[in-house]
């Protein structure tokens, strides 16, 4: 019977090695997807955050010059990547680890993959301690490793890793100080959050952690005037820490609060939709929290419609065992989806912080599906690891090919002559770019960008017909405009029949080339056109180039646009 002891023990320790095991070898797989080909623009910085980030760390010198002259983030993430740049450079004694924005895009990517990494066993240690299953706790893991919108995230300098972390991290200290409501453990999560909103503005939101704790602290003691002012105590000691964090890593919010305040203002009434912005038009016809539920499955994949569900299942099928921390781990994705998702501005990006919790909230159904009915809960477990890690495989496809601007523009340069004119469209990259270790410049051409999101009147018309009898080739760099504009006739009349005409080979000119780099695995592509444009226009987006194959007059462009669409102008 001892050695039988011994044995049991033996495996029993080995059993618990294998979930260590396991989520070392997901934590490595998913690094690995997060860190592939950050130089996948080759220094080209084709993120417009990344280009505003990459200048304000440019502008920053220890410590007589710090600040950023820019407030859509937070200063945390700026004076990090300036801090590193500085070590790299000392390293490397190279200084353009500091100036130039490809060197200082590569260093923040470093930042956001090793943050989006780090995520994956921070979704096991909450799920553990929340739903207290090992094996639950892993395949969340699993989940969170081959999750594509935090692979994408991860190859941009942006704060969504960063924050998405935090946010996780916040809410195992607040359970943390749910069991143990101590000095110490609200200091720690008043550290965590000042760090999270010295990220972005948004940090504000994850507030609700470790507020909901504290309530369900307050309200499980003893009422009397010395444990209130305790706990009030408690509450501001938190606070504190969290601002003096917060005006340490972001100190120009205050110091040039005037330039701060008006750019929240701004970035305040684009997400509501009280200013109307070219890149948010895209959300004219859509539908608050179903246009963020139906983009949650290129985020996701299929294991999205168990994360939309679960999430509403989860409390009848784990309220009674511990609703404290149930209701902790509800608080903050709840209200998050239910304030964000009602704004005008819905880019896939703004869901990401929520997704860990999605995450959990899937794989909980899923196991209690799998307790009740083994066969049915077995196989959708089954099929949903496989078919993430595929999508996740055919996303990651895109890292390995040469990114759609760089391969246009290469096409570029050896079939169109020195000398063309090629008109680009404003608000987008301008093609051909520079390619790397190469003396090919754009100089060689006559480029122009045509102002298309201008208002449609008499004067655009004139405008387009005069461009378009000038334009030897006509470059499309994305869906960014015509993927919306041809969709707005009651708005844009004249530039949905300018792309109308276009596409149909009617305006006299004929694509030439297209450069596409859509997800793909074992021959199997997924056009991802019908998602929002974010999810595709940074990093493979569509690039079509026409030719201009019929001679014509103003005058005859003029006639093709005005047809149908001059009664409608003013």
């Known amino acids: 019977m001892k050695r039988m002891g011994r044995v049991f023990v033996f495996f029993k320790s080995s ?97 956001s993959a090793l943050f989006s990494t780090l995520t994956i066993p921070a979704v096991y240690l909450l799920t553990r301690t929340v739903f207290e299953k090992k094996i639950l706790a892993l395949f969340a893991s699993l989940i969170a490793a081959f999750t594509v919108s935090f692979i994408q995230t991860a190859h941009y300098a942006t704060t969504e890793s960063l924050l998405t972390f935090l946010s996780v991290v916040l809410a195992l200290l607040s359970l943390r100080l749910l069991r143990r409501p101590t000095l110490p453990s609200y200091l720690v999560c008043g550290l965590v959050y000042g760090l999270a909103v010295a990220t972005k503005m948004s940090g504000l939101s994850i507030l609700v952690f470790p507020l909901t704790a504290h309530l369900l602290v307050v309200f499980g003691q003893a009422r009397s005037l010395r444990v209130f002012f305790h706990n009030g105590l408690l509450l501001i000691a938190f606070l504190a820490i969290s601002g003096l964090v917060f005006v ?114 899937a794989s909980v ?16 477990i089954v099929l949903l690891s496989v078919s993430t890690v595929l999508w996740a495989l055919a996303f990651f496809s895109i890292y390995r090919r040469e990114q759609t601007r760089i391969a246009a523009s290469r096409w570029i340069y050896q079939h169109i002559p020195s000398g063309s004119r090629i008109f680009g469209e404003h608000w987008d990259d301008g093609l051909p770019v520079s390619l790397p270790h190469s003396d090919l410049s754009p100089s060689r051409y006559d480029i122009e960008q045509l102002t298309i999101y201008e208002p449609d009147t008499e004067e655009k018309l004139d405008y387009f017909a005069e461009k378009l009898s000038l334009a030897d080739y006509l470059v499309i760099n994305s869906r960014r405009l015509y993927g919306t ?76 646009l005005r047809d149908e669409v001059f009664p409608t102008l003013r």
């Open 15 to 111: 059993h618990l090695s294998l979930y260590s095991a396991g989520l070392i070898l997901l934590t490595a797989l998913g690094g690995f997807l997060r860190f592939y080909s950050l130089d996948w623009d080759s220094g080209l910085f084709f993120h417009p955050d990344e280009r505003n980030i990459a200048a304000a760390v440019s502008r920053i010198h220890f410590f007589d010059q710090l600040d950023p002259g820019f407030f859509a983030y937070g200063g945390l993430l700026i004076y990090t990547y300036r801090a590193v740049g500085e070590l790299v450079s000392f390293i490397t004694q190279d200084p353009s680890w500091v100036s130039s924005w490809g060197n200082i895009n590569i260093i923040g990517r470093f930042t």
């Open 248 to 361: 340490v890593f972001s100190p120009y919010t205050f110091l040039d609060w005037g330039a701060f305040m008006e750019s929240m203002r701004y970035e305040s009434r684009v997400a509501t939709g009280k200013y109307s912005v070219p890149y948010t038009l895209q959300f004219t016809h859509t539908l608050p929290y179903l246009f963020q539920l139906k983009n949650l499955f290129w985020q996701l994949g299929p294991i999205a419609f168990f994360s939309i569900f679960g999430f509403v299942l989860l409390p009848f099928v784990w309220g009674r065992r511990n609703p404290a921390k149930l209701l902790l781990f509800f608080s903050f994705p709840t209200i998050y989806f239910l304030y964000v998702g009602s704004w005008h501005a819905k880019f896939i990006r703004f869901m990401v912080p929520i997704l860990p919790f999605l995450i959990i909230a």
């Open 365 to 380: 159904v899923l196991f209690s599906l799998y307790s009740r009915r083994k066969l049915v809960g077995g196989g959708f």
């Open 485 to 560: 504009l041809i969709h707005l006739e009651e708005r844009y009349p004249l530039t949905s029949r300018y792309y109308s005409l276009l596409f149909s080979g009617k305006l006299g000119y004929e694509k030439v080339a297209e450069f596409t780099s859509y997800p793909s695995l074992f021959g199997v592509t997924i056009n991802d056109d019908a998602s929002e444009e974010t999810f595709q226009v940074y990093d493979h987006p569509k690039v079509m180039i026409f030719a201009k194959t019929r001679l014509q007059t103003q005058d005859r462009f003029a006639e093709l």
